[in-house]
């Protein structure tokens, strides 16, 4: 798997029916190792190991309903509240982030009204703040560290 943008994590891997599988700390199982799900993991660590959220405030690939219609979220955060405090969402390295990825975590984030929302390939990561009265995103240059 290609190099990402991310610090340097040690994962678990299996081979099953000749596909390679990865195990996820949140999910508790192994899941088949794809592109997008190697950023999906690397991004997972990074909120664990560097930004210090619990495991048990995560959630991984989940699914929600935006205007009538399924859809699934790749990561998470709450709040201790139950509030959620952060959405993730990653796309294979290979895919560049545009405005349609922009679109799509803002459509999601109208059900969920997360605080925060970070886009990344595992190339490049794009974080942001919700300002809920313009109903609008401002960028930031980092996303806050777990803070109790």
Same mark, same amino acid.
């Not at 930004?51 to 998470?76: A, F, Q, T, W």
């Not at 139950?82 to 959405?87: A, C, D, F, T, V």
């Not at 919700?130 to 109790?148: A, G, K, V």
């Given at each position: 798997?290609? !190099? %990402?943008?991310?610090?340097? &994590? ?12 990865? *195990?996820?700390?949140?999910?508790? !199982?192994?899941?088949?190792? +794809?592109?997008? $799900?190697?950023?999906?993991?690397? =991004? ?16 991984? $690939?989940? $699914?929600?309903?935006? /205007?009538?219609?399924?859809?699934? @979220?790749?990561?998470?955060? *709450? /709040? ?9 969402? =990653? ?10 990825? *922009?679109? +799509?975590?803002?459509? &999601? /984030?109208?059900? %969920? ?12 990561? @794009? @974080? =942001?703040?919700?300002? *809920? $009265? ?11 560290? @777990? /803070?109790?």
């Amino acid at each position: 798997m290609q !190099k %990402l943008n991310f610090p340097t &994590y040690s994962f678990r891997f299996k081979n099953s029916e000749n596909k390679p599988f990865i *195990f996820d700390d949140i999910r508790k !199982k192994f899941v088949v190792l +794809q592109p997008e $799900e190697w950023v999906r993991q690397h =991004c997972v660590q990074f909120l664990i190991e560097e930004k210090k959220y619990p495991k048990s405030l995560i959630n991984v $690939e989940k $699914e929600l309903k935006v /205007n009538g219609l399924k859809k699934r @979220y790749d990561i998470v955060i *709450f /709040n201790s509240d139950g509030s959620i405090h952060l959405i993730v969402e =990653c796309k294979a390295a290979k895919i560049s982030i545009n405005q349609n990825t *922009f679109d +799509q975590i803002a459509r &999601y /984030n109208l059900a %969920l009204n997360a605080k925060y929302l970070m886009i990344t390939n595992g190339i490049n990561h @794009y @974080y =942001c703040t919700m300002d *809920f $009265e313009d109903q609008r995103y401002h960028f930031l240059n980092d996303i806050p560290s @777990y /803070n109790l």
